[in-house]
């Protein structure tokens, strides 16, 4: 289409050069910011594309459904819009990322073949004139393709097509060139013969890790995340990665950490370069910390906690911070572990339990309206008496927020039953206006 | 007071203590304690207070084997009391933070590790015990076994970190497991009581019925306390100071 029958089409429509030059450089970008954050193996695929290795990487975001919807969100956020594809193979992801219908697609592990053969054959990464004569031919499918004898198609197609149906089916491999981010501060070590012992690596990444380390002092750095990559001699590469609290540059710390990922290398028949980099590095200034005039300042937990993040996952090591939130589960969120005490608290007007229900529990209850604690209650199949209770605490909807919470209204009691057990419930609603709630009770929280 | 005389240990009983500590190894660290700050408690438990370098159990009693609320309060109060970052390490998500700073443990000091399993937790447990630097671990857990509680207690032994395994059960009947021996140096169990009574309608301050019911070197003994208050520290309730308390305790623990 020519601009000008664009420009009539659309009004107002802004034209650009096409710069494919610019567009790879973005691409380039892109890849490296994906690599900082979420594997050590990226690499662009132009004109349209990134390839990530996945493995070795997704644990650290709990699983590759959740690093997928983590990623996708983050790029939606910068106004990019995403499709992805999780698959065995590089051929199969770029197939299903740029073909299937769901924007974003995982298929089941070597479940390739079947997740590609609905797809149109100009997902096998095609020259368009291929594509073209053999649509010509009746193939619509990659499955049609996959039913056919392979020398017929070679004969007439050449040896591209069948190299391509390979790579996306995983029979014949495909390397990837990982993209590296200027100023990488790296070490690699080459060996003569191929090593695969667990103690080996070990002692090597004890020898690697002193020299990035010096690297890294020169330039007055410490290291946030370390990617230790190991290519081994069938021209895979295993890599693992770990992640750092707060900038370090202190070897013991940083080896202890790379050799607690070991078990997860497969060195299969042996590793013959085995390189570590510091993919995302901070400045880190030296700093007296201990000096006998002041008090001792407490001990810094910072490798402890970098020891449990690496091993249980960074999302899931956390510290608690207030929310200026009335409503329970809302005042209160997870905020990394050594982010930067700030000595905030939640007000201490009422009791909190301290258990508290993931959901509200429907309880049955008697109890007087509007404003009086229940007389008994049944939760999960036992009725207990309330003796003692104490309430209301009325908690409003934050509807300068939520706009369905305006007239939301929730009456909290803390009731206590004949055995002294303390419950924490609630009754949706204010007991006299039924837009306020359902007017039903439910079990909050445990109280100690 | 009616207690005295049973409690003052006597100096042939503490020369045989010291025998039987010099026989274990010299690695514990000699007294370090904390107290409770209720001479009841501290007078029960051998050099005065919960030792420091050591893995302790806590479990709840009754219904609170599930939801162990009473038992994490009483956790939250003995880290509070002690100084340094707290590692707290659980399986189910449902600890509710501003409970624990009510108890005075405030958020800055709580590090939380959501750990898949039992033996995860007792894995980063034992790192916290080894590392130092903290001055409680707390781990939730169900099921440990007699070496992984040795484990623990030989690493809390060589740092003087308070180890904590808050005992916690998915189901009512597994909880006999908490009657297996383990190397813990003590072993309590918390169970809620009816409140303080008050003059008006309210629910006063919390009441557990706290049961030490293993201590090594010492007796087990059980307590009427009232709650962790905003420092951490349990009390005495006033009315019960007469020693009555003794009496109404041991007929709910035969109940529970």
């Known amino acids: 289409m020519a601009a000008t029958q664009a420009q009539v089409l659309v009004p107002g429509l802004i034209i650009q050069d096409a710069n494919p030059a610019a567009d790879a450089e973005g691409l380039e970008r892109l890849a490296i910011w994906v690599l900082e954050r979420f594997s050590p193996i990226v690499a662009a695929d132009p004109p349209d594309g990134i390839v990530i290795g996945s493995t070795g990487a997704d644990h650290l975001h709990g699983g590759e459904q959740a690093m997928l919807a983590k990623l996708t969100a983050r790029l939606e956020i910068s106004g990019i819009t995403v499709r992805a594809a999780v698959a065995d193979t590089w051929g199969a992801a770029h197939a299903l990322a740029r073909y299937a219908i769901a924007p974003i697609t995982i298929a089941p592990e070597r479940g390739a073949q079947a997740a590609i053969a609905p797809l149109p054959i100009a997902a096998l990464r095609l020259p368009v004139d291929m594509v073209a004569s053999l649509r010509v031919l009746g193939f619509e499918r990659i499955g049609d393709l996959l039913a056919q004898p392979r020398a017929p198609l070679a004969l007439r197609f050449g040896s591209e097509l069948g190299r391509r149906i390979d790579q996306a089916l995983g029979t014949t491999s495909e390397p990837m060139e990982p993209v590296r981010p200027p100023n990488l501060v790296e070490v690699r070590r080459v060996f003569a013969e191929p090593i695969s012992a667990a103690e080996t690596i070990s002692r090597y990444i004890g020898k690697l890790v002193p020299q990035l380390c010096e690297a890294l002092g020169a330039r007055g750095l410490g290291a946030r995340r370390l990617d230790l990559v190991c290519h081994r001699v069938d021209n895979r590469l295993q890599v693992a990665r770990i992640g750092t609290a707060t900038p370090v540059r202190d070897p013991k710390r940083l080896t202890r950490l790379l050799c607690e990922k070991i078990e997860t290398i497969d060195p299969g028949f042996g590793i013959e370069i085995m390189s570590i980099a510091a993919i995302v590095a901070e400045p880190l200034e030296a700093r007296q910390v201990a000096t006998s005039l002041i008090e001792d300042s407490p001990p810094d937990v910072s490798d402890l906690v970098d020891i449990l993040a690496n091993r249980v996952g960074e999302r899931r090591i956390y510290r608690a911070a207030p929310v200026a939130s009335d409503v329970p589960e809302r005042s209160v969120e997870r905020i990394p572990a050594m982010a930067p005490e700030t000595g905030a608290t939640w007000p201490d007007h009422w009791p909190r339990p301290s258990r508290l229900l993931a959901t509200p529990e429907p309880v049955e209850t008697v109890a007087l309206l509007p404003d009086h604690p229940p007389v008994w209650f049944t939760w999960r199949g036992v009725r207990r008496r309330v003796r003692r209770a104490d309430g209301p605490e009325r908690v409003f909807g934050e509807w300068w927020k939520r706009g369905p919470e305006l007239a939301a209204v929730r009456d909290y009691f803390r009731v206590e039953d004949e055995a002294g057990e303390r419950y924490w419930l609630y009754r949706a609603g204010d007991g006299e206006d039924a837009a306020t709630g359902s007017q039903g009770w439910f079990i909050h929280g445990i109280f100690g | ?256």
């Open chain 2, 1 to 256: 007071m009616q207690l005295e005389p049973k409690v003052r240990p006597t100096p042939a009983i503490d020369d045989l203590r010291a025998q039987i500590r010099r026989i274990e190894g010299s690695r514990r660290r000699a007294k370090a304690v904390l107290p409770f700050g209720v001479p009841e408690v501290d007078a029960r438990l051998p050099d005065g207070g919960l030792a420091r370098g050591a893995l302790h159990e806590v479990a709840g009693g009754g219904n609170a084997a599930v939801d162990g609320a009473a038992a994490a309060l009483f956790a939250a109060g003995v880290a509070a009391r002690t100084r340094g970052k707290v590692l707290w390490c659980i399986t189910r998500p449902d600890l509710f933070a501003p409970a624990l700073a009510q108890a005075g443990l405030g958020p800055d000091r709580v590090i939380y590790v959501e750990a898949g399993d039992d033996q995860a937790v007792l894995a980063c447990l034992e790192e916290g015990l080894r590392h130092g630097g903290l001055g409680t671990a707390v781990g939730e857990v169900g099921r440990m076994s007699m070496t992984a509680s040795r484990r623990l207690q030989l690493a809390a032994e060589g740092t003087g970190t308070i180890g904590i395994a808050l005992r916690r059960w998915r189901r009512q009947t597994e909880a006999a497991d908490f009657g297996q021996p383990t190397a813990a140096v003590t072993r309590w169990r918390v169970s809620v009581m009816p409140s303080e009574p008050l003059p008006v309608p309210g629910v006063g301050r919390h009441r557990w019925l706290v049961e030490l019911i293993r201590c090594r070197a010492g007796d087990s003994a059980d307590f009427t306390l009232e709650a962790c208050d905003a420092s951490g520290r349990l009390a005495l309730p006033a009315d019960m100071a007469d020693g009555s308390h003794q009496k109404a305790g041991r007929r709910r623990g035969a109940s529970a």
